[in-house]
């Protein structure tokens, strides 16, 4: 029971940190106006934490390995709630890309070595179920997190929202304390196995599908906000709830990825969310004008999108099962690359274009994605992916 309740809070520490890094895309406009930059400099915080993130969950993961993971984490933590004060008392921009910087790679670094803890917490034929558990509870802050956080900047600074969460981060750093036992460290992979996996064209190409999805996602999320209120014009509260639909549909997508994995195989899961994220993105450039266009578009987007997640991290597993660690660290880290050139080209965009196009961009971005996956499935024998 204790060791059930030890996962929770990891999935917990997984909410907070995914809502803290979403969070931003709710309130942008309202940053921008605040601190006086423009939409797409403000977008730039969405840009940094991914880069920052990366960083966390690669580098700070192998220079951590030998440590007691239950510190790491613990302190992982603790740095993270000091991110939050520092984008509570912030002033100024620089001040709150400071933040993103320090709360990214806190996140990054906790993120994973809780995906990695919580599988050796669970009894062996459970493991799976308990890191989807942590999974989960980043994906819930897309559901609860980012809306909740978007409406209390309705009615109050929306500084005070990572007040909020700093609180609820070291309530939790307290539980862990107590409820998770000592995990030892590691021997850390050597950099050149770790090269030598990445050199295989089917990882590669793999990894690559993960960078150019995600970078079309994020091309549209980042500036979800300004598009909402600019095209459909929804007020503060309607773009809250409209978060909330997306937020609900990605949860949705990411089960029903998983069931589509299970029943169909990654290949034909990955291949069919991807054209249907695609095309989602193509008509929103159509459909953000009306309200209930959008919301449509948007329940379509939120399900596709979050459907290739499960799909292609079971894929890139099936390819180095002996290695599926290291797989799944440059994974995340290259998801959050793509994050980063993906709100970084949306801005540089948005000075030319409508927000409303930038469906045509993130679309073709996305029909990359397929086009990339298409290769690497060609290379890899179907005895091995079904």
């Given at each position: 029971m204790s060791n059930r309740f030890a996962i929770y809070l990891l999935a917990l520490g997984a909410f907070v940190i995914g809502t803290a890094e979403f969070v931003v895309s709710g309130v942008l406009e309202i940053i921008s106006q605040d601190l006086k930059v423009s939409i797409s400099v403000a977008g730039q915080l969405v840009t940094l934490y991914a880069l920052s993130y990366a960083f966390g969950a690669l580098v700070l993961v192998m220079l951590t390995a030998r440590f007691d993971r239950k510190k790491v984490l613990l302190y992982s933590m603790l740095v993270f709630v000091?991110?939050?004060?520092?984008?509570?008392?912030?002033?100024?921009?620089?001040?709150?890309?400071?933040?993103?910087?320090?709360?990214?790679?806190?996140?990054?670094?906790?993120?994973?070595?809780?995906?990695?803890?919580?599988?050796?917490?669970?009894?062996?034929?459970?493991?799976?179920?308990?890191?989807?558990?942590?999974?989960?509870?980043?994906?819930?802050?897309?559901?609860?997190?980012?809306?909740?956080?978007?409406?209390?900047?309705?009615?109050?600074?929306?500084?005070?929202?990572?007040?909020?969460?700093?609180?609820?981060?070291?309530?939790n750093v307290m539980l862990l304390n107590k409820f998770i036992p000592k995990l030892a460290g590691s021997k850390p992979i050597s950099l050149k196995h770790q090269l030598l996996l990445i050199k295989d064209k089917k990882v590669i190409s793999g990894l690559l599908t993960t960078v150019f999805w995600i970078l079309g996602y994020t091309m549209i999320f980042a500036y979800i906000a300004p598009l909402l209120s600019n095209i459909a014009g929804f007020s503060i509260e309607e773009i809250s709830t409209a978060l909330l639909i997306l937020g609900v549909f990605a949860f949705i997508g990411s089960r029903v990825g998983g069931y589509a994995v299970d029943k169909w195989g990654p290949v034909r899961t990955i291949s069919i969310s991807l054209i249907v994220h695609s095309t989602a993105l193509f008509v929103l450039t159509v459909t953000a004008a009306s309200p209930i266009g959008v919301l449509l578009t948007i329940m379509v987007w939120g399900i596709a999108a979050w459907a290739t997640t499960p799909a292609n991290q079971f894929y890139l597993m099936s390819l180095k099962p002996q290695s599926s660690e290291v797989v799944l660290s440059y994974n995340t880290a290259l998801m959050n690359i793509g994050m980063t050139l993906g709100a970084g080209l949306g801005g540089v965009f948005i000075k030319y274009i409508s927000v409303q196009n930038l469906g045509w961009i993130g679309g073709s971005m996305v029909l990359l994605a397929l086009v990339i996956a298409s290769f690497s499935f060609k290379l890899t024998p179907k005895r091995r992916i079904t």
């Open positions: 000091a991110g939050n004060i520092i984008a509570f008392f912030s002033i100024n921009f620089s001040m709150l890309m400071l933040s993103r910087i320090v709360l990214a790679m806190s996140g990054g670094l906790f993120f994973f070595v809780a995906t990695h803890y919580d599988a050796q917490l669970a009894h062996p034929a459970k493991r799976g179920s308990a890191i989807a558990t942590v999974i989960t509870g980043f994906t819930v802050s897309l559901v609860l997190g980012v809306p909740i956080g978007t409406l209390t900047a309705a009615y109050m600074d929306w500084r005070y929202i990572y007040l909020i969460i700093a609180v609820v981060t070291l309530i």
